[in-house]
């Protein structure tokens, strides 16, 4: 079964760093796209990057470059979205997604953020 | 960044009823070099991730019921719900794939009347 499985809920203090994780499997890893999209509570879905595990290439959305680094270990068929100091704002559930057009999501990971 | 902008916010539709949801993209994501629309559709059911409908403006995803469809060229795009079925009740986006940042439109909400 063509999967992505992400890592756990997540709580948090502002300040403090995380990284988040998605498994692939079921398909060639190395081969796909896979995007990050963040979903604050009640809100749509924005587009915060993507990256191709074959050769790492990445690229952000203005909106985010610099305030995350995305990264992936093609030999884990793992994907990753970091933060180096997390804001409340950051409070939403984050989803990877395969491909430009996204045939595979994971579950989701919320992140919630507070003091 | 292009900007994806749907129409409307929220609608409401009879069970078996045609639903249409229109989505406007600030400039074209037809590539003519393969002749394609880079644009997508998906649904969205409360407490679950998104699921693709369509790609390409009007290719079916696998296993999408025929009652889904999308048209469109350029900057103009529709998602048709024919014969509304309530498990249809979603919220549901398009997205443009042409270039990066992969913009998402607001979402429109359907619900049943």
């Known amino acids: 079964e063509v999967q992505l499985v992400q890592s756990g809920a997540e709580v948090k203090k502002p300040g403090e760093s995380l990284k988040i994780s998605c498994k692939g499997s079921?398909?060639?890893?190395?081969?796909?796209?896979i995007a990050w999209v963040r979903q604050m509570p009640g809100k749509g879905l924005e587009w915060m990057g993507i990256i191709y595990p074959g050769d790492s290439d990445t690229r952000y959305s203005p909106s985010f470059q610099g305030q995350v680094t995305i990264s992936a270990d093609k030999a884990i068929s793992t994907a990753y979205l970091q933060w180096s100091s997390l804001k409340a704002s950051d409070t939403a559930i984050y989803y990877c997604a395969r491909g430009n057009a996204s045939d595979i999501w994971g579950q989701g990971t919320r992140v919630t953020v507070s003091s | 960044d292009i900007v994806m902008t749907q129409s409307p916010d929220s609608l409401a539709v009879s069970l078996g009823a045609r639903a249409t949801i229109n989505c406007k993209s600030s400039q074209s994501v037809f590539y003519s070099s393969n002749n394609k629309n880079y644009l997508g559709w998906y649904q969205q059911k409360p407490g679950q991730p998104p699921k693709l409908l369509i790609y390409w403006a009007s290719t079916r995803e696998s296993g999408v019921p025929d009652r889904f469809s999308g048209s469109g060229s350029g900057t103009d795009f529709t998602l048709t719900i024919n014969s509304l079925q309530a498990e249809d009740v979603a919220v549901y986006f398009c997205q443009q794939f042409y270039s990066t940042p992969h913009t998402f439109g607001q979402g429109t909400k359907l619900e049943i009347k």
């Open positions: 079921g398909y060639s890893f190395t081969t796909y796209w």
